[in-house]
């Protein structure tokens, strides 16, 4: 979806975000599990196929009709200024556009810079066909990816959730009850979809539906995969039947909330912890 340029081959190391960011480089970093634009050395745009991309925010999540993106991007030619015709031509207001953006910005960011993903090469010149919308500093982009990998951490630390199909499971009596944001989720976790899968389908940020199936998969509500591969790659994992193998183990599928690796006391702090989440969101 980004305009064709030839890649930059960078010799000895794989570009920075940062070091990009002090030459005020302008292109595209491409990573193992997306891309992030910058202008000037400011972060100006993100997408990674983990993440669904503004127009499905928009589209899916209601604000847009199918028609009018299709016309946007007809008009302009994804040439630099979809964002801005969606303005001028009065379907959506500078605010608007400016807070799906910075959504759309900081979810993709989060995964293409995020653990397991990394820069491979940087295409000098490339452009997003969003078009200039509201540029953020490349060091809040980063701070804000590791605040989200900790806060994920906090609520339930089992990463395998985040790609593998969601499982339903059913909770026992001290599950707290769901939301009717993490009810949307459960109806279509049928075993099949993954979360990536689920918040393309509701129109929702990727990110915010981690959170939510974490705090399903604390509580009980869905399954808990055992982790198939070492935490680092290339690292051999513990030795089966080990102390080590049977910490880093996820709950048995068949124990409730109640009896997962966790004193009730954890579990109260987790509780606080979604609760305090809940009302920042």
Do not use: N
Not at 4 to 27: C, I, M, N, Q
Not at 200 to 206: F, N, Q, V, Y
């Amino acid at each position: 979806m980004s305009l064709p340029h030839r890649t930059v081959a960078r010799a000895g190391h794989a570009p920075s975000l940062t070091g990009l960011a002090d030459e005020r480089a302008s292109g595209a970093l491409l990573c193992d599990a997306g891309t992030v634009y910058l202008r000037d050395g400011q972060v100006v745009h993100a997408e990674s196929p983990v993440a669904p991309g503004i127009e499905v925010l928009l589209t899916t999540g209601g604000r847009l009709t199918p028609d009018s993106w299709r016309e946007a991007v007809g008009r302009t030619g994804r040439a630099g200024g979809v964002g801005r015709f969606l303005v001028d031509s009065g379907r959506l207001s500078d605010a608007e556009l400016e807070i799906c953006h910075l959504g759309a910005l900081f979810d993709a960011a989060y995964f293409a810079l995020g653990h397991g993903s990394g820069p491979r090469g940087f295409q000098r010149g490339a452009a997003h066909w969003l078009g200039p919308v509201r540029p953020v500093g490349a060091v809040a982009v980063e701070r804000e990816t590791r605040r989200r990998g900790k806060l994920l951490d906090a609520l339930w630390p089992y990463p395998q959730v985040d790609t593998a199909p969601v499982v339903l499971r059913r909770p026992d009596g001290r599950a707290p009850a769901v939301t009717p944001r993490q009810r949307a989720v459960l109806a279509l976790a049928d075993g099949v979809r993954t979360p990536a899968r689920i918040a393309r389908e509701l129109g929702r940020p990727a990110f915010h539906t981690l959170i939510d199936i974490r705090r399903l998969a604390a509580a009980g509500h869905v399954a808990t995969p055992r982790a198939t591969r070492p935490e680092h790659p290339g690292r051999p994992g513990p030795p089966a039947g080990s102390a080590a193998s049977a910490a880093s183990a996820p709950p048995a599928p068949d124990r409730g909330p109640g009896a997962v690796a966790f004193t009730d006391p954890d579990i109260d702090l987790l509780r606080r912890l979604r609760d305090a989440l809940e009302a920042s969101l």
